[in-house]
């Protein structure tokens, strides 16, 4: 079975500084993977995705993600944050179709301070 | 394009009152719908998804139910209402064919249960 750990539930940052939300996934098998971002009291929007070829992955609002196999991580980098980057991130992973076996981590707060 | 829509966004109930939440999709036919239910500290639960109409899948047992009574409608009830059932519900929608499993989100319906 496939599972998903967000490594840290709160990300601090100060406006302008980069920032890194870690995502570590296991499976047995090939994988997506994907980030979703969550603004409060809003539903989850699609940042970025991988689903095969270049391991970096750009997205919008300027973040990227790079994937590596062999560390079973898809981290989420921005190098200059902005307050309204402040929402909750999620990392996703599926190993295909699409019956309901999009799995999530539980979620990174990051809250971008003046 | 598609759009999905949910209501209500907001609702309070009492312990013990029924629960009826409403999800639609435009724009796209046969689509795979989904509802979801994000706690506090607890991620997003996969609660029930439809590859059809008529056809639920339950991923948790529990106090709830969906039903499908049309292509791009999904509900969620309950007949009633725990305090634990209290949480942001979010429905989702994705492509019938899609091979990767990515979903779309609607804005969400917070239940405060009282």
């Known amino acids: 079975a496939q599972s998903v750990t967000q490594l840290d539930s709160q990300v601090p940052v100060f406006e302008e500084a980069p920032v890194e939300l870690r995502c570590n996934y296991s499976?047995?098998?090939?994988?997506?993977l994907f980030w979703y971002v969550q603004y409060p009291n809003q539903g989850l929007q699609l940042l970025l995705k991988?689903?095969?070829?270049?391991?970096l992955v750009k997205g919008i609002n300027g973040f990227e993600a790079e994937f590596n196999k062999s560390q079973t991580s898809f981290h989420l980098r921005k190098p200059s944050v902005h307050i309204s980057d402040t929402a909750e991130y999620f990392c996703?992973?599926?190993?295909?179709?699409?019956?309901?076996?999009?799995?999530f981590g539980k979620g990174t707060k990051l809250s971008v301070k003046p | 394009s598609q759009t999905i829509h949910q209501w209500p966004a907001t609702l309070v109930q009492p312990v013990g009152s029924p629960l009826s939440l409403e999800c639609t999709v435009e724009?796209?036919?046969?689509?795979?719908l989904y509802w979801y239910r994000q706690a506090a500290g607890r991620g997003l639960q996969l609660l029930f998804y439809?590859?059809?109409?008529?056809?639920i899948s339950s991923e948790v047992p529990q106090n709830l139910s969906a039903s499908r009574p049309q292509d791009r409608q999904f509900i969620l009830s309950s007949k009633k209402l725990l305090l634990s059932d209290s949480g942001f519900y979010l429905c989702?929608?994705?492509?019938?064919?899609?091979?990767?499993?990515?979903?779309?989100f609607g804005e969400g319906s917070r239940l405060t249960v009282l």
């Open positions: 989702a929608w994705s492509v019938l064919q899609d091979r990767w499993g990515e979903l779309f």
């Open positions: 499976s047995s098998v090939s994988v997506y």
């Open positions: 991988y689903l095969s070829g270049s391991t």
């Open positions: 996703a992973v599926s190993v295909g179709g699409s019956q309901g076996n999009l799995i």
């Open positions: 724009g796209t036919s046969n689509p795979n």
């Open positions: 439809s590859v059809g109409i008529g056809q």
